[in-house]
């Protein structure tokens, strides 16, 4: 096992180094950055998924912004130059670098491609699930679920839109899945999204796919476990109060979707969170006077 300390040329990203292994290809990083820490643009050399344990920051790649609050999953390609801004609680972040000729057959994930962006909530539960296997579990067994986790993030459809993307989608789809993100707890007919689009529903089912990776069904309840993982977290409601909330049929029907998109139940869910509130406090106090370039 490496030196955690040992300087790594992953780019000029700056924080304090809590703990870093490499295995097989894949390098698992903690961090803890200062509150309201500023960095220069830089850009990082591999692939990478940062893991916003708690606080928050906001990454800053040329027009686009994305706002990293706790549990969400940046997915960011290498090369990608951004500059980096951190909320007044700094942020804890935990990071999974893929280094070149990961996997059996060497090539690089699915998500080296297109922009960078946030990961579907939907993966929050696996993600959390390995980072507590990074603190808690043997080193033996981390790097097999290492590349469980890359690779189902590989095969993940991203967001319709990406920073970074040469082409963008016709207006008529743009406006079809803002509606349906902002009313994914009602029923929806394909029939009627391709009528208010001014399409065929076929054509609108076929783009929609293409830039999705989706169905509008699939889309929809992926949506709904998106909502469900934040409400969950934050502690809004019950299984039984957000089944009603989002449109689910009951609390049975709630459980199966969200245990098909993210592998675990609702509760179990619930229960991984509770850690949240110390990880939070120890991002707000941890000494940040010692800085490593990496």
Not at 18 to 42: M, Q
Not at 174 to 184: G, Q
Not at 213 to 233: H, I, N, P, T
Not at 265 to 289: E, H, I, Y
Request: with cysteine; charged share 20%.
């Amino acid at each position: 096992m490496p030196d955690a300390l040992a300087p790594r040329p992953t780019g000029v990203t700056q924080g304090a180094l809590l703990r870093s292994l490499e295995l097989g290809g894949i390098r698992l990083t903690e961090t803890v950055h200062a509150p309201n820490a500023a960095l220069a643009r830089h850009a990082h050399a591999h692939p990478a998924v940062t893991f916003v344990v708690a606080g928050a920051f906001t990454e800053t790649f040329g027009r686009y912004e994305l706002t990293c609050e706790p549990l969400a999953i940046l997915v960011k390609p290498p090369d990608a130059d951004h500059t980096n801004r951190y909320g007044p609680c700094g942020a804890r972040s935990f990071i999974i670098e893929v280094l070149p000729g990961v996997g059996e057959t060497g090539r690089a994930p699915g998500f080296t491609a297109g922009g960078p962006r946030l990961a579907p909530a939907a993966l929050v539960p696996r993600v959390l699930r390995f980072y507590a296997a990074f603190n808690r579990a043997p080193l033996d067994t981390l790097l097999p679920e290492a590349e469980e986790l890359v690779a189902r993030l590989d095969s993940t459809p991203g967001p319709l839109l990406r920073a970074g993307d040469a082409a963008r989608p016709a207006a008529w789809l743009h406006h079809a899945i803002e509606h349906l993100r902002a009313t994914c707890d009602q029923a929806h007919s394909l029939t009627r999204l391709a009528e208010c689009a001014g399409v065929h529903p076929v054509y609108f089912a076929r783009v929609f796919r293409r830039w999705t990776g989706m169905s509008v069904g699939e889309y929809l309840r992926r949506c709904r476990v998106d909502r469900a993982v934040s409400a969950l977290a934050k502690n809004e409601a019950g299984a039984a109060a957000l089944a009603q909330r989002l449109g689910f049929s009951d609390q049975s029907h709630f459980t199966r979707a969200f245990r098909r998109e993210t592998g675990t139940t609702p509760a179990a869910f619930r229960r991984s969170t509770t850690a949240l509130p110390r990880q939070m406090s120890a991002a707000r106090d941890a000494p940040v006077g010692r800085f490593r370039t990496y």
